[in-house]
Nanobody, 126 residues
Framework: EVQLVESGGGLVQAGGSLRLSCAAS????????IGWFRQAPGKEREGVSC????????YYADSVKGRFTISSDNAKNTVYLQMSSLKPDDTAVYSC???????????????????WGQGTQVTVSS
């Protein structure tokens, strides 16, 4: 059974940092792209970041470039999203997703990733 379990969300002041973790199980980690999308109330889903576990290539949305860093620990089957210089606009539910086809199904709004987790709430206060 495929499982993606997110952790690390919470409440932080603007300018602060959080690190999200996504623990994956039930599939061959190295074969998949794994990333994050977020959704705030009343807003469209946004692909935030993605990493290809096989070659380490990464993707970042323009809104988070220079502030967020995605990394992968293949030995632990875990992907991390280090978020710094957080802004109130970053407030959303962040969900981890995985797809055998690569990052596009995770970061492109019009597509649906193969698997995703329950999400973790990130709230940034001003």
């Amino acid at each position: 059974e495929v499982q993606l379990v997110e952790s690390g969300g919470g409440l932080v002041q603007a300018g602060g940092s959080l690190r999200l973790s996504c623990a994956a199980s039930g599939f061959t980690f190295d074969d998949y792209a794994i990333g994050w999308f977020r959704q705030a109330p009343g807003k469209e889903r946004e692909g935030v970041s993605c990493i290809s576990s096989s070659d380490g290539r990464t993707y970042y949305a323009d809104s988070v470039k220079g502030r967020f860093t995605i990394s992968s620990d293949n030995a632990k089957n875990t992907v991390y999203l280090q978020m710094s210089s957080l802004k109130p606009d970053d407030t959303a539910v962040y969900s981890c997703a995985a797809d055998l086809r690569g990052c596009d199904p995770i970061v492109v709004v019009s597509t649906t990733p193969g698997y995703w987790g329950q999400g973790t709430q990130v709230t940034v206060s001003s």
